[in-house]
């Protein structure tokens, strides 16, 4: 049995680093690294808690192609349990490519697959019933989304699960399907653009504030750069500054703060513990290419926490 079950969008991401222009024509340019990785907010999300110790199995799902066998085997050897990432027959896995330009810049270049049938069934209500945590990174999902979801949380809950969200992105019914999905979750983790564009707020306390009045116990608002806003069950906002570091490649830097604060969460952190150590997971993933950056394991990561200077809160 997993303790996390992690649910929601699986894809293949292709990192290159630096790219400030296209060579002409069949011109050759040198790069600082390539990246093949596993990704997205359930599948990054679950290799990132596996590579921190977390018992993790993944539900999504995958092609039926050269790119779906890798995204499998990869989740595998870095000890994800996929018994529930599904190969959709026919199908190929979505794909993105991300060419990072020395700024950090990185266009999105995606190509839609399997994940867009991604749903969930009996065997993950069964499963989020057995975990100690589960993560809904599926907000988003065109089958996951006004589905069976919030009683899978439900459940999972009433099962004595912690329950956290994500999104994959805020589209057209996100805040429908917030709505239906809050009243059952402990920790909702949106990104600062994703909970101003959710909440119409005009400020991170504000909509954490709207978050909580829908129901999420509590609210940890990612912010890049500028570190966290949280709202801590007990109502108190606090602001978590970001590690001062010189990033290389933040595109998994959402999915592995969510995997760094249920690790803590698991290992017996309180919560503003667990906030610390997920900024320190997000600010080694942002320093190295792909989803798990220059992660090495738990024990890495607490010390990283401690040694990375912090930069100042700006009130």
């Known amino acids: 049995m997993a303790d996390l079950l992690c649910i929601g969008l699986t894809t293949l991401d292709i990192v290159a680093r630096p790219v400030d222009r296209l060579p002409a024509g069949d011109a050759f340019a040198l790069l600082e690294g390539i990246e093949v990785v596993p990704a997205g907010t359930a599948g990054g999300t679950a290799l990132v808690a596996a590579k921190l110790g977390v018992s993790v ?16 085997a990869e989740l595998e050897a870095g000890g994800v349990d996929t018994t529930l990432l599904r190969t959709i027959a026919g199908a190929t896995t979505s794909t993105t490519i991300l060419p990072i330009d020395s700024a950090g810049r990185r266009p999105i270049l995606h190509a839609f697959g399997a994940a867009l ?9 069964a499963a989020a019933r057995r975990a100690r945590f589960v993560h809904w990174g599926g907000v988003g999902g065109p089958k996951l989304d006004g589905g069976p979801g919030a009683d899978l949380l439900a459940q999972a809950r009433a099962a004595g699960a912690t329950v956290s969200c994500d999104l994959i992105t805020p589209g057209p019914g996100a805040r429908d399907e917030i709505r239906r999905l809050l009243p059952h979750v402990d920790w909702f983790l949106p990104s600062a653009a994703e909970a101003m564009a959710l909440s119409g707020a005009s400020s991170l306390g504000e909509a954490a504030i709207a978050f909580r009045a829908l129901g999420a116990r509590g609210v940890v608002i990612k912010n890049g750069g500028e570190g966290v806003h949280a709202l801590l069950p007990s109502g108190e ?3 978590f500054p970001a590690h001062d ?12 703060f969510c995997a760094g604060f249920i690790a803590a969460l698991a290992a017996g952190r309180a919560p503003q513990d667990a906030i610390d150590f997920a900024n320190a997971t997000g600010a080694l993933v942002a320093q190295g290419l792909g ?3 220059r992660l090495k394991d738990f024990a890495a990561t607490d010390a990283a926490r401690l040694e990375m200077p912090l930069k100042k809160v700006v009130a």
Do not use: K, Q
């Open 237 to 239: 906002h606090r602001v």
């Open 117 to 125: 049938a991604a749903g969930i069934g009996p065997d993950e209500i």
């Open 245 to 256: 570091i010189v990033p290389v490649d933040t595109t998994s830097c959402g999915d592995s």
């Open 57 to 72: 199995a993944l539900s999504g799902a995958i092609g039926e192609d050269r790119n779906g066998r890798f995204v499998r």
């Open 291 to 293: 989803t798990l950056g």
